[in-house]
């Protein structure tokens, strides 16, 4: 049993989870701290993060597996590898696709039809970026803006309609979000730019080659930046210089992690890609959620 979990977790790289979800509990707390806290939101969050996130991958993997079994780096992937078969990763999308329908319901408890009501127009969306690089060089932004789709989610599943007047804060994290991923998902391409180019498949890598594809990136993750810094402002009292300090932070592990990719050297990309990302979005997510509770729970001198 556990082995099967195991594969299953590796099929849609659980641990990838740490991107978005991490920034989808930003845009929570800062919503929890205007509105107060509630742990069927907070249960519904995960729970939807995870579900959509994985039936996210499982279609990406299905959508992808004959490229992928041409491409040396992912041929060993679980459907080419024949880890798992195409009927058993179909019954695991579709499973994955009802319990995230089933968890959007989940915030029924509290009065908020929003979220069910537009579950499967966003798995819809969330599943189009698997074919988006058969047709578009863009295919980085959509997988950006589904996954900035998070802290946006994440407040209308708190706020229901009544998000619309405070819709600046998600929004902002949001392109945040869309930037940041685009630009390390541009990263990651480079290492596929020359397969790419020839299996007609569309990517900025593919397209404007390894040093071109580095500036986008670093372009991203510049404009990701100035997308944060208002949140100073928009939150209201909630967020302190503790967070514009963590942002320098977060600005100085993004300048390393273009510093480990190089055009003429991509050996340390896990290191920049996972590592460096992962710190990025829990960390910036914990600054905030220590400004929120100090705000919370200060008391007047």
């Known amino acids: 049993m556990a082995g099967i979990l195991g594969k299953y977790m590796g099929l849609i790289r659980f641990s990838h989870t740490l991107f978005a979800l991490p920034f989808a509990l930003s845009a929570a707390t800062l919503a929890w701290g205007r509105h107060g806290f509630s742990w069927i939101n907070l249960a519904g969050i995960l729970g939807c993060m ?3 996130r994985s039936a996210a991958m499982a279609f990406n993997r299905l959508a992808d597996r004959d490229v992928d079994a041409l491409n040396p780096r992912t041929a060993g992937r679980h459907i080419p590898a024949g880890l798992l078969s195409v009927r058993a990763v ?8 009802v319990l ?12 908020n039809p929003v979220p069910l009501i537009f579950s499967i127009p966003l798995l819809v969306f969330l599943c189009g970026y698997s074919r988006a690089k058969r047709f578009t060089s863009l295919a980085h932004f959509w997988l950006g803006l589904a996954l900035g789709l998070a802290p946006v ?3 209308i599943a708190i706020r229901g309609w009544a998000t619309l007047q405070e819709l600046p804060i998600p929004c902002f994290l949001g392109l945040a979000v869309m930037f940041w991923v ?3 998902d541009i990263l990651y391409a480079t290492q596929d730019a020359d397969f790419d180019s020839k299996a007609g498949l569309h990517s900025l890598p593919a397209r404007l080659g390894v040093r071109g594809s580095l500036r986008v990136a670093k372009l991203c993750h510049l404009v990701m930046l100035a997308w944060l810094v208002p949140l100073y402002w928009l939150s209201g009292d909630l967020l302190g210089w503790p967070y514009l300090a963590a942002l320098a932070l977060v600005g100085l592990l993004l300048a390393v992690e273009h510093a480990l990719v190089k055009e003429n050297d991509l050996t340390r990309m896990n290191a920049a890609f996972f590592t460096m990302n992962a710190i990025v979005g829990v ?6 959620l220590e400004e929120v509770i100090r705000h919370c729970y200060r008391t007047p001198i």
């Open 50 to 52: 995870v579900t959509a």
């Open 90 to 97: 179909t019954i695991f999308f579709w499973l994955s696709c």
């Open 100 to 111: 995230f329908v089933a968890c959007t319901a989940f915030f029924l408890i509290e009065k």
């Open 153 to 155: 989610g994440a407040w």
């Open 182 to 184: 685009a630009g390390f």
């Open 283 to 288: 960390g910036l997510w914990l600054v905030i």
